[in-house]
């Protein structure tokens, strides 16, 4: 590193800028990457994309009828039942959250599957709906899954943060229902299992034929979308359908250009070595990233602040508060803080906001072009998770990156934003699932 690089908050800061820039060259390298990667991954070969067939395609739109979901992502589960008219609008009837415990994401897997099968408990309690009377769930589960079946699937490791022990390696499903049976509640079927972005592209697609894409950028960050079967070389069986949803785990790709900040989070994190593109990209991260820079211009004295020595004190949600020109400072007890220094965080928030936008916009990018070389079609891209829903500008940075990339032709690609995607989405392939068994 250069020693001359930082003697001002300024040249500190443009150091900074250069250190967490993506290029439009290092987009194309991304996308190169990201098809090496694609085409391994399919084959079965080693690739840090998992690229895992999802047994589920792209819905009508003709599914009906009544459906409840669970939805276990990063912070939150959600219980939800939904309407499908079976003309391309599903609605969501009800809907109840819960927040998981730090006991539930770090003690043993039984004690987070009770505490699943007790939310569910709450909903029927809650929507005064019989406790007895057969019904069939579909699962979203929002962690890297080896798929066996539509309703069967191992974990293959935790991210975001879970260390539940005795899950890795096991069935998600089985380990829900036997939950379920311990809480009385055996007349619940698991019919499908589906991870979020899979939710949320089916929630899209079913009103949308255009949508060929499911994101996920919240606190974990993740893709899907159809491919065509007979391109899915480790995938032996032959089915009705022609293209199947494959879940990408993109969170786990690792030929990205990483900085001294990513090094240290990664070392200090509990999956080191794993998740290198969500750490740079996902919601969970970007906070941390920003108090380790904060942190180092501390110590060489660009920032006259006391606080920040916390991990994960700030969170993206402070970032994107500052963002919008509210106070950060007030939640650390800080009062007085100086005009310069309260400029220079918000330019350590964009600076890192803006890379992560542009990382998504570039794999995004790849993985459209991976479908359409040429972008002769429309492509729409469902998606949700509260860093594209509300960290301002993070929506204008990527679609800014889609633009680098395609230039005009951009215009082809829709950023839509899919509320309760995941959740909705998995209430569709619970009912195409719960068809096929009648
Ligand atoms: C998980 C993915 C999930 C994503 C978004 C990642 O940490 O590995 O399965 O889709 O978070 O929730």
Redesign the pocket.
Known sequence: MNKDFAHTPDRFLSHLESLFSVTLQDAREIMFHFHEEMRRGLAGERSSLKMIPSFVSRPKGTEKGNFLALDL??TNIRVLAVELDGKGNATLAAVSRFVISHEAMGGSGDTLFNFIADCIQSFFREQHLGMQQACDLAFTF???VEQRSIASGKLICW??GFTTSGVEGRDVVALLAEALQRKDMGFIHVAALA???VGTLVAKSYADPDCDMGV?L?????ACYPEKIARILKYHCSGASAEMIV?M?W?GFDKLKTNRYDQVLDRASHNSGL?QL?KMVSGMYLGEIARLVIVEMIEKGLLSLPAFSEAYALTTEHLSNTAQGQDLFSDFGLAHVSAADRQTIREICRIVSTRSARIAGAAIAAVIAWMDADLESSHTVAIDGALFEKYPGFNNNMTDMLLDVFGDRAKRIKLYLVKDGSGIGSAIIGAVAASARR
């Not at 919240?218 to 993740?222: I, R």
């Open positions: 992502g990063g929002s962690f890297p991210t975001k991870n979020d972005t996920i919240g606190t974990g960050t993740n879940n785990e969170g998740q969500e």
